[in-house]
C-alpha cells in the first residue's frame, strides 16, 4: 500500500511540474506576444502619422514619396507579423506537446 501511495504521489508530482513548466513557457510567449502586439501598434500609428504629414505638406499622395518615408517601417511591421506567428505556432506546439506527454 506504501509503494502505491508513493508511486501515485511521483506520478502526481511529475504531472504537477509538467504543467507548471507549460505554464511558465505559455505564459512567456503571450507576454512577449502582447509586447510585439503593442509595438506593431505603435509602428502603424507612426507609419499613419508620417504619411499624413506627407499629405498634409503636398497635399496629395504619392506612392513613391509615401514608400521612401515608410518603407522601412512598413517591413517592420512585417516582420512583427512573422514573429507573431511564430509564436502562435509555439503557444500550439506547447499545447499539443502538454496533451500528448503522459501522465
Not at 45 to 57: A, L, N, R, T
Request: charged share 35%; glycine share 6%.
Amino acid at each position: 500500500m506504501k509503494e502505491s501511495f508513493l508511486g501515485h504521489l511521483k506520478t502526481d508530482g511529475q504531472a504537477f511540474i509538467k504543467v507548471m513548466s507549460f505554464a511558465r513557457t505559455l505564459g512567456k510567449l503571450k507576454l512577449e506576444i502582447r509586447s510585439k502586439r503593442q509595438n506593431k501598434e505603435r509602428q502603424l500609428k507612426d507609419i499613419g502619422s508620417q504619411i499624413y504629414k506627407i499629405y498634409h505638406s503636398e497635399k496629395t499622395l504619392d506612392g513613391t514619396r509615401v514608400i521612401e518615408e515608410v518603407g522601412s517601417d512598413l517591413e517592420a511591421v512585417q516582420e512583427l507579423d512573422q514573429e507573431l506567428s511564430a509564436l502562435e505556432v509555439q503557444i500550439e506546439e506547447a499545447k499539443a506537446t502538454l496533451r500528448n506527454s503522459p501522465g
